[in-house]
C-alpha cells in the first residue's frame, strides 16, 4: 500500500495534489436473507471481483450479532472510502448497521476528543429500494426523497468528519431483475467502484446530487 | 446400667416436652431446656447429686459450639475483628470486674474477693448468647458480631484469670484452707492431668506455643489427607468418628497444657474454615453439640437449690439485678463507645448482661483456692443461674420492644456484595464447573459441593474452591447454607439422586429457585415433575453447536445457520412443553402410543419448519425479512 494522507474533509477539494494513487475502499455489506435477494445478490458478487475493494459481509461475520468493535475499527482506519451496501429496510438500513453504528463509532475514536479516525474519508450507501423512484419525494407515497430519509446517516457521516455522498441507489428493487435492469445497474456499480478507486469521481459534482447514479458520465472521468 | 437409661431417660424426655412448648411460645430453646431442668431437678426431684458430673460432660458441647463458630469463620475474617476482641472485650471485662471489686470493697469486703467476684460476673455465656442469637438469626448483624468478639475474648482470658485468682485470697482465709487443692494453676480447676505443672514461666510459654503450633500445622496439613484418606472409603459413620476424634483429641491437648479447651477446638475450626470439608465435619458435629448443649442448659436449671434461695429469696434476686444491671450498663456505654448501630447497641447490652458457665467454673475453682468462701459461693453460684435464666427474658423483650421500633425507622442499605445472593452448586465435574467459572466470574458467591474428594482436590490444586460432602444429604445442604441461598444448581451425574435432591429442597426450601442438568428428556420430566424451575438438558446445547459448525462447514450462510439453530431451539423447546402432559399421564414411552405418535409428529414438523418450500415463506426460518409481494407499491400508488 502506498503512504497515504487523508483527504480534506472540505467538500470542494478535487483530487489534485493528493500523493496516494488509490483510494482503498471498504464496502460493509448486509442482507439478511441473502438466500432470496434478487439485488443485492449480483451487487455483492460484482463487489467482491472489483480489485482494491474489501467486501465484509456484516451478517455473514457477526451470526448472533456480536459485533468485534476492534476489529471493525482497524479495518475503517485501512480504508479511504466507507460504503454502506444493503437493501433500503423500513426507510434505513438492515438493523445490524446500527448495531455496528452503536458500537464502532467510540467517542474518542470516531468523534469527541481525539476521535479524528474518521477524519477526511468518503462515506456514501449503496443501497436498493423496493419503491419506485418518483415514490421518494414530496408528491410520492414515500413524501421524502431518499437523501432526505438518509439524513441521520448524512449527519453521523459528518460528524465523523466524513464526506458524505449521495446514495448510488436502485429503486424498484423487486422488479429489477424482471424488468431486465439489474445488469445495466450492476456494470455501473462496478465503474462507480473503480473511478473512487483511482481518484476518476468528481466529488465536487457528485455531492449535491439525489443519488450518485443519476448521469454517471456527468460525475466519471475518462481514465 | 439401668441408673443411666433412666437418667438419660429423664433427660431426654424432659427436653422433648418442654422445647418445643417453649418454642412454641417464642420464649426460645434455651428458656425451654432450663425450665426442663428446673423441672426435673429442684421441682419433681427426678435428678439430683449426679447433675453436676454430667454437667462437665455437657460443657464439651461449648467446646464443640466454638469448633463449629471457629469453621464458620474464616482466618480473614478474626484478624478483622482483632480490633473488637481486644478492645470492646478487653475494656467490657476489665471494667465490669473493676466495678464490682470496688462495690464490694464498699460493702466491706476484702479487696482481692471483690476481684474475684468481679472476674467471675464479667463473664457472660457463650452457650446462651450464641445458641440464642443464631436461632435468631442475628449472628450477622453488627450487635451479633461485636457479642461474639466480647464471647471471645472472655473466653481468651478465662486461662489468665485462672492463673490469678490463687494470688488474691485473702490472708486469713488462705490460712483455713491452706492444705487443700490449690495453688497448682489452672489444671487444678477439674482435677486434670496437666503437663505444665511445675514449669518455669518460660517453659510453660513455650509448651503453650508449642501447642497452639501443633493444632495449627496439624489442622492444616495433616487433618486433609486424613480427611480425603477417610472420604474415600467411604463410610460415613468412620467420617463422624474423625470429626469427633479430631474435636476431642484437640480439647484433650489442651487440657493437658492447661489451654482452654474450647479456645483450642476454636482455633482448630479456623484453621478448617477453609478446607474442603468444612461443610461436611459440620454436619457431623452440629447433632452432638445441639444435644449436649442442650443437657448443658438443663444441669444449669436442674441445679438451682432452692432451699438456698428460699432462705435467701431478696438478696439474690437484689444482687442478680444489681449485676445484671450493672453489666448492661458497662455494655451500653461500651457500645456507644464502639459506634454500634443503635438497635445493635441494645441487642448487644440486653445478650451480655448475664453471667456465664465459667463463673460457675471459677467459682469453683475461687472455692478451692480460698478465695471466696463456700456458703458465698453457693449463693453468688444461685445469682449466676437465675442471671442466665433471665437472658432468654431480655432477648424477648429486645425482640418485642426494640426490633419492632427499628424497623419503623430507616432500614439499613443492603449489603451491596450479598445483593445477587448466593448460589449453592452440587456436583462439580465438567457441568457444574462451567456453570460455577461462570457465576464466580460474575461476582456471585458460590457454595460448591461434591462427594469426590480427589475432584475437590483436584480443583482447588486450581483454585477452585469447593467442599467434600454428599449434597443429597439434607444436613449437609442445610451446613452449606441452602437455607439462605437464592439458588440450587444441581449438576450432579447421578440422575436418581438429582430428582430426589429436587424433591426434597422444593419440600423443605419452598423459595429457593431450583436449575437442574438433565440427561434427557425423560430426566428432565422426572426433574420438572419433582419441581425443578428450570432443567437444561446436558448435551443438547453443544450438539447444536456443533450441528451449526457442520453447516457452516458445508458453506451455508452463517447468519441462515444461525436462524436455523434459533428456529430448531424454539421447536424443540415448544414440542417439550407440548409433550409433557403426554408423558404424565403414562411415563412408560414404550406402552404411551399417543406420546409416540406425537413424537413422531414432533419429528415430522422440525423437518418441515427447516426445509418447506421456500416460496411459501410462512416457516420460521424464512419469515424474517419477507419483502412485500412484487406488485405492492402499485397500490399505494392508487392510494395517493
Ligand atoms: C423488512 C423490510 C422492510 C422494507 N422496507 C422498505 C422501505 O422502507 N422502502 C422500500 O422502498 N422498500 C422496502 N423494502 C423492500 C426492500 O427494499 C427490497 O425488497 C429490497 O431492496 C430488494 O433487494 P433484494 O432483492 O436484494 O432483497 C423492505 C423490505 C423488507 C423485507
Known amino acids: 500500500m502506498p503512504s497515504h494522507e487523508p483527504l480534506a474533509a472540505s467538500p470542494g477539494r478535487t483530487e489534485v495534489g493528493v500523493t496516494t494513487d488509490r483510494r482503498r475502499i471498504l464496502c460493509l455489506f448486509a442482507h439478511p436473507s441473502i438466500d432470496r435477494s434478487e439485488a443485492n445478490r449480483p451487487l455483492f458478487a460484482a463487489t467482491a471481483a472489483v480489485a482494491g475493494v474489501t467486501l465484509v459481509d456484516l451478517y455473514a461475520e457477526y451470526p448472533s450479532g456480536e459485533i468485534d468493535v476492534d476489529r471493525e475499527q482497524a479495518r475503517l482506519r485501512g480504508h479511504d472510502v466507507i460504503c454502506f451496501m444493503h437493501p433500503l429496510y423500513w426507510y434505513s438500513t438492515p438493523s445490524i448497521f446500527k448495531e455496528w453504528q452503536d458500537l464502532v463509532l467510540e467517542h474518542g475514536f470516531a468523534y469527541g476528543v481525539g476521535g479524528t479516525a474518521l477524519h477526511g474519508k468518503l462515506f456514501f450507501n449503496a443501497l436498493t429500494a423496493g419503491g419506485p423512484e418518483q415514490a421518494y419525494c414530496a408528491a410520492g407515497y414515500n413524501h421524502f426523497t431518499i437523501r432526505e430519509l438518509l439524513c441521520p446517516l448524512e449527519q453521523t457521516a459528518r460528524l465523523c468528519g466524513m464526506v458524505f455522498l449521495p446514495p448510488f441507489a436502485l429503486f424498484g428493487a423487486r422488479t429489477a431483475v424482471d424488468e431486465g435492469r439489474i445488469g445495466a445497474h450492476v456494470t455501473d456499480w462496478v465503474r462507480v467502484l473503480e473511478a473512487l478507486r483511482d481518484y476518476r469521481l468528481d466529488l465536487a459534482a457528485a455531492l449535491p446530487l439525489t443519488k450518485l447514479n443519476a448521469d454517471l458520465d456527468a460525475i466519471l472521468l475518462e481514465p | 446400667m439401668d441408673g443411666m437409661l433412666f437418667h438419660a431417660f429423664i433427660y431426654l424426655a424432659a427436653a422433648v416436652l418442654a422445647v418445643p412448648i417453649a418454642n412454641r411460645l417464642g420464649l426460645g430453646s434455651v428458656l425451654g431446656y432450663l425450665i426442663a431442668g428446673i423441672l426435673i431437678g429442684p421441682t419433681l426431684g427426678l435428678v439430683g447429686a449426679e447433675t453436676e458430673e454430667v454437667q462437665h460432660v455437657a460443657e464439651f458441647g461449648v467446646v464443640m459450639m466454638l469448633f463449629l463458630i471457629g469453621l464458620e469463620l474464616e482466618p480473614k475474617l478474626l484478624w478483622e475483628m482483632r480490633a473488637r476482641v481486644l478492645g470492646l472485650g478487653g475494656l467490657q471485662v476489665l471494667i465490669t470486674a473493676v466495678l464490682i471489686a470496688a462495690a464490694a470493697l464498699l460493702l466491706g469486703y476484702h479487696w482481692g474477693l471483690g476481684l474475684a467476684i468481679g472476674l467471675i460476673f464479667a463473664m457472660s455465656s457463650t452457650a446462651i448468647v450464641l445458641q440464642t442469637l443464631g436461632e435468631k438469626g442475628l449472628t450477622r448483624t453488627d450487635g451479633g458480631q461485636a457479642s461474639f468478639a466480647v464471647l471471645l475474648f472472655q473466653d481468651l482470658s478465662l486461662i489468665p484469670v485462672l492463673a490469678l485468682i490463687p494470688l488474691l485470697a485473702a490472708p486469713g482465709l488462705s490460712g483455713l484452707w491452706a492444705a487443700g487443692p490449690g495453688g497448682s494453676g489452672a489444671g487444678a480447676a477439674h482435677g486434670a492431668i496437666s503437663l505444665v505443672v511445675g514449669l518455669p514461666g518460660w517453659g510453660y510459654a513455650l509448651v503453650v506455643l508449642g501447642a497452639v503450633a501443633l493444632v495449627v500445622l496439624a489442622g492444616h496439613y495433616l487433618s486433609r489427607p486424613l480427611f480425603r484418606y477417610i472420604a474415600e472409603s467411604g463410610l460415613r459413620e468412620v467420617f463422624t468418628a474423625s470429626a469427633l476424634l479430631l474435636v476431642i483429641g484437640i480439647a484433650l491437648l489442651m487440657t493437658l497444657v492447661d489451654l482452654s479447651p474450647a479456645l483450642g477446638t476454636f482455633l482448630a475450626g479456623v484453621v478448617l474454615a477453609n478446607s474442603e470439608f468444612r461443610h461436611e465435619l459440620q454436619s457431623d458435629i452440629e447433632p452432638f453439640k445441639g444435644l449436649l448443649l442442650g443437657l448443658f442448659f438443663i444441669t444449669v436449671g436442674a441445679g438451682i437449690d432452692f432451699g438456698i434461695l428460699s432462705a435467701h429469696l431478696a438478696t439474690v434476686i437484689a444482687l442478680t439485678l444489681s449485676v445484671m444491671s450493672l453489666k448492661m450498663a458497662v455494655l451500653l456505654g461500651l457500645a456507644r463507645l464502639f459506634r454500634l448501630q443503635p438497635g445493635d447497641q441494645w441487642l448487644f447490652a440486653l445478650g451480655l448482661a448475664q453471667a456465664g458457665e465459667f463463673g460457675f467454673v471459677l467459682l469453683a475453682f475461687s472455692v478451692q483456692n480460698a478465695v471466696i468462701p463456700a456458703e458465698l459461693a453457693r449463693m453468688l453460684s444461685l445469682v449466676v443461674a437465675l442471671s442466665m435464666l433471665l437472658t432468654p427474658a431480655l432477648f424477648i423483650a429486645y425482640d418485642r420492644l426494640i426490633a419492632p421500633a427499628l424497623r419503623t425507622g430507616s432500614a439499613p442499605a443492603p449489603d451491596s456484595i450479598d445483593e445477587l445472593g448466593t448460589v449453592v452448586i452440587a456436583g462439580i465435574g465438567r457441568f457444574g464447573q462451567i456453570v460455577n467459572r461462570l457465576l464466580l466470574a460474575s461476582g456471585v458467591r458460590t457454595v460448591v459441593l461434591d462427594n469426590r474428594a ?112 434459533r428456529a430448531f431451539r424454539r421447536h424443540e423447546a415448544e414440542g417439550l412443553t407440548s409433550m409433557y402432559d403426554l408423558w404424565d399421564e403414562n411415563p412408560d414411552i414404550a406402552r404411551n402410543l399417543v406420546l409416540q405418535a406425537r413424537i413422531r409428529e414432533h419429528v415430522g414438523s422440525l423437518q418441515d419448519a427447516l426445509n418447506s418450500d421456500r416460496l411459501q415463506l410462512h416457516d420460521r426460518t424464512e419469515r424474517g425479512w419477507t419483502p412485500p409481494p412484487r406488485g405492492f407499491n402499485r397500490e399505494l400508488d392508487g392510494d395517493e
Not at chain 2, 467 to 489: K, N, T, W
Not at chain 2, 529 to 544: I, M, P, T
Open chain 2, 454 to 565: 480427589d475432584q475437590i482436590d483436584l480443583l482447588r490444586k486450581v483454585g477452585i474452591k469447593g467442599y467434600y460432602g454428599d449434597a443429597s444429604r439434607p444436613d449437609l445442604l442445610h451446613a452449606a447454607g441452602i437455607s439462605q441461598a437464592r439458588l440450587f444448581v444441581i449438576a450432579i451425574d447421578d440422575q436418581d439422586r438429582a430428582v430426589k435432591m429436587v424433591e426434597h429442597v422444593r419440600r423443605t426450601y419452598p423459595t429457593v429457585k431450583i436449575l437442574a442438568r438433565a440427561f434427557d428428556v425423560r430426566h428432565l420430566y422426572l426433574l420438572q415433575k419433582a419441581g425443578a424451575d428450570l432443567v437444561v438438558r446436558e448435551v443438547f446445547d453443544s450438539s447444536l453447536t456443533l450441528g451449526v459448525a457442520a453447516l457452516k462447514a458445508l458453506g451455508m450462510h452463517p447468519f441462515k445457520v444461525e436462524r436455523m439453530a
